[in-house]
């Protein structure tokens, strides 16, 4: 018996040594980093980092791009699943075209979207050529903050909805079909078939979309980066400015140290809400 407990914790032993070695090791270290000077254990740097009037609008600014883009991604990508799951026409060809941006890097799609929002962009020179403007539009002016904001979460959309699509679609065909029948059956409508079934069922790929997406979310630095610089912080952003630009890891460090915070919150929060129905397991 004791023999078979331990079989399992041995086949375990590589990925826990692999994880320890690529995440652990180097947690232990950002912590200490963030938390050490020179002199031993000290929180200048911290000091530091609340001073810099770059952290918190990077806070903001990325805590906004989470409220905003997750639950339009979410919204969009469910929107697609259930149009895929009613089989139209050419399905086939409308679910490579809206993957087709997952095969863009973040920094080569920020250059496509800055092509569209540049001062002689696309964007603008359709605005001029419609008589709705005489010069255009200062989109990514840095007084401009809210069409700033609107840039990165349109490139953003466009950019990642297709990930969490590709998740909730297999969430989607893995309903039984019975179950939306049977509410048919009963004269449940297609919002009704929607609340009470569909949504319930698709509890566990909601809340690995909502993680994975709200982590790289936080995460987001190369398209705000090509669109803007450093006009619309972000705090991966800042974090590189402070290891790269500042020479100063200690900083970055500390700000990683938040990201990671901030990650884990979400994390547990999603773990909350969305939970799996009982007559689903």
Not at 10 to 35: D, E, R
Not at 127 to 146: C, E, I, K
Not at 166 to 190: K, L, N, S
Request: proline share 5%; charged share 10%; glycine share 6%.
């Amino acid at each position: 018996m004791t023999s078979r407990l331990r079989s399992p914790w041995i086949l375990l032993l590589p990925s826990i040594a692999l994880m320890t070695a690529l995440f652990g090791w180097p947690l232990v270290q950002g912590v200490l980093t963030a938390f050490r000077d020179g002199q031993g254990f000290t929180l200048t740097n911290w000091q530091r980092l609340f001073d810099d009037p770059y952290f918190f609008a990077s806070l903001r600014n990325t805590l906004l791009l989470i409220v905003i883009v997750v639950p339009i991604q979410l919204v969009l990508a469910i929107a697609m699943a259930l149009l895929m799951q009613a089989q139209p026409k050419f399905a086939g060809g409308h679910f490579y075209l809206w993957c087709l941006p997952l095969a863009i890097s973040e920094l080569a799609a920020g250059l496509v979207w800055l092509s569209i929002f540049g001062n002689r962009g696309y964007l603008n020179s359709l605005l001029v050529w419609l008589g709705l403007s005489h010069d255009g539009v200062q989109w990514l002016n840095y007084q401009n903050t809210g069409t700033m904001l609107l840039a990165v979460v349109i490139a953003e959309i466009w950019r990642a909805t297709a990930l969490v699509f590709v998740i909730v679609i297999a969430g989607v065909q893995m309903i039984p079909r019975d179950y939306d029948e049977a509410a048919q059956v009963f004269g449940a409508t297609f919002w009704q078939r929607l609340r009470h079934v569909t949504l319930p069922m698709l509890g566990p790929s909601l809340r690995v979309a909502l993680i994975l997406r709200t982590i790289l979310a936080l995460q987001a630095f190369a398209v705000a980066q090509a669109l803007t610089g450093r006009d619309f912080p972000l705090l991966v952003g800042e974090t590189y400015q402070w290891y790269s630009n500042l020479q100063n890891p200690a900083v970055a460090s500390a700000v990683s140290l938040v990201v990671l915070a901030i990650s884990l919150a979400t994390a547990v929060f999603y773990l909350r809400m969305v939970r799996q129905p009982e007559g689903a397991r």
